[in-house]
Each structure stands twice: as structure tokens, then as C-alpha cells.
């Protein structure tokens, strides 16, 4: 019969693997002296960005990182307690999230991780935490095609309305030297 700490092992390792495979990101940061209820509103936060936090022991973040080969620049960044955010679609509102919670709690240090192949470091969370989400991009590509199309649609009025002014010049004219 295995022990609860072979079990737990097993069952920590299965997961990781498997975060680490499914998600297009990871970001991890140190949590220590920050309560937990502050964590678990922070893990509702995330889950509603379909991102996923987890703790686990840092042999066990070690070994997982080293078996998905991810282990060569990100295992700078584990020390001390730290939590683990895997990132599946968005990675903009994640970093949101963590540097809005980093503000309110000044133990917490964003340390990196990577998106994709790239590296990231504390500094990048904050340049992603302040780019627009993709539907605001989404309404400025619009807003600015739209204003372009007024613009000419304005424009192509204004040589009717010029043209139609011209005929009507004409028109009186004629009017005037028949008279």
C-alpha cells in the first residue's frame, strides 16, 4: 500500500504534466504572507480568464518543468513558495489579474514564466497588463476604419454637392442672359 505522500506525488506530477502540456503559458509568482481566502478569490478571478492556479511543492514544479523540457530559463524563477498560473487562451487579462492583485499585496512577487516558446520576466507582466484587451483593439481597428469610410464617404458628398452647386451656377446664368 503506498503512502499519502507517494500518492500525492503521483497525483501532483500527473497534473503539472498535463497543465503544462494543455496550456500555452505559464506565469509564477511568490505567495508567501498572503492569506488564504485572498488566494482562493484570486483563483475565481483567474478561473473566470480560463486561467488555472496551482500550488505545489518546488521539487515537484522542478521535475515536471524538467520532463516537459521547459525547465532551462523558468527554474530561475522558483524560490521560495510558489504558485504556478497556466494560461490557456488570453494572456493579457491574466496579467491583469496578477498585477492588479501584486498592488494590493505587496508580498507578492511576479517572478516570470513563458507564453508560447517566449520567455517572460516580472517586467513583461506589467507591459501585458497595460496592452487593451482584444476587444478593445477590436473597437479601436473599427472605430478608425469606420471613421475613414465617413471621412470619404463625406468627402465624395462634397464633390456631388460642389458639382451640383457648379450646374446650378450655370443654370442661373443662362437664366440671367435669356432675360
Keep these: 500500500m503506498k503512502k499519502v505522500s507517494e500518492l500525492f506525488k503521483e497525483i501532483s506530477d500527473k497534473q503539472l504534466n498535463e497543465d503544462l502540456r494543455l496550456n500555452s503559458g505559464l506565469f509564477l509568482f511568490k505567495y508567501a504572507g498572503v492569506n488564504s481566502a485572498d488566494l482562493t478569490q484570486l483563483r475565481r478571478d483567474l478561473k473566470a480568464v ?8 518546488n521539487s515537484f514544479i522542478n521535475l515536471a518543468l524538467k520532463s516537459t523540457g521547459k525547465d532551462k530559463e ?17 494572456p493579457l487579462d491574466t496579467s491583469k489579474i496578477l498585477v492588479g492583485f501584486a498592488k494590493k499585496h505587496t508580498s507578492i512577487d511576479l517572478k516570470g514564466g513563458y507564453l508560447e ?4 520576466n516580472s517586467q513583461d507582466f506589467k ?6 484587451s482584444k476587444q478593445a483593439l477590436y473597437q ?9 469610410i ?3 464617404a463625406m468627402g465624395l458628398n462634397q464633390i456631388v454637392a460642389k458639382l451640383v452647386y457648379a450646374l446650378k451656377s ?6 440671367k442672359e435669356k432675360k
Excluded at 516558446?117 to 517572460?120: P, T
Design 140 to 148: 479601436q481597428i473599427a472605430m478608425a476604419l469606420n471613421g475613414s
Design 127 to 132: 507591459v501585458l497588463a497595460s496592452i487593451s
Design 117 to 120: 516558446e517566449r520567455i517572460v
Design 150 to 152: 465617413s471621412k470619404l
Design 50 to 57: 480560463s486561467a488555472k492556479m496551482f500550488v505545489t511543492k
Design 74 to 90: 523558468v527554474l530561475d524563477f522558483i524560490d521560495g513558495p510558489t504558485a504556478l498560473v497556466f494560461i490557456k487562451d488570453d
Design 170 to 175: 450655370v443654370s442661373d446664368n443662362k437664366e
